[in-house]
């Protein structure tokens, strides 16, 4: 007799606080999370039928700048600097995943590495399209540099600037 998979409302899943575990000891690590997916489709396509420098970087600084604001615990977060490599077309009906991992924390800043990857459907393998680096300061409601947090740093000791 054949199994059937079910799945239950009421099933209890796993603490909001379990799954962040998870992620913060592959953070520390100097692994990287997954952050979205996106579908490259016509309306994100340039003059060669490849996706659009401009519309992969928008996804890259707001996907970064999301990460790093989640990290520092703060809700501003203000770009310095991001560079980017591109390495191979995206092109219409590719599954994009981006990834983001901490290079490292100074006292008002945190350095986000992120890849975007091309993911297959069928063999669930990942290929890099687009590796970038971006730089963010912590601010306030002024514009003006805070510190991060000591929590914050101790909590990804292994990626603070030392």
Do not use: Q
């Not at 799954?19 to 990287?32: F, H, K, Q, S």
């Amino acid at each position: 007799m054949e199994e059937k998979a079910t799945y239950s409302v009421n099933a209890k899943s796993p603490k909001k606080e379990e799954l962040t575990d998870i992620n913060v000891e592959i953070l520390r690590g100097g692994g990287m999370v997954m952050r979205s997916t996106w579908i490259c489709m016509t309306k994100d396509l340039g003059v060669h039928n490849n996706a659009f420098g401009g519309i992969v970087l928008s996804h890259v600084d707001e996907i970064a700048a999301f990460f790093a604001a989640e990290i520092c615990d703060t809700p501003f977060m203000v770009t310095r600097s991001l560079s980017s490599e591109f390495l191979i077309p995206m092109k219409v009906g590719n599954v994009i995943k981006t990834y983001c991992g901490i290079e490292s924390i100074g006292n008002t800043s945190i350095t986000v590495l992120i890849e975007m990857r091309k993911y297959n459907l069928r063999s669930e393998a990942e290929v890099v399209c687009v590796r970038a680096k971006a730089v963010f300061v912590r601010i306030d409601e002024d514009g003006s540099a805070i510190p991060i947090s000591g929590d914050i740093k101790s909590k990804y000791d292994s990626r603070v600037k030392k």
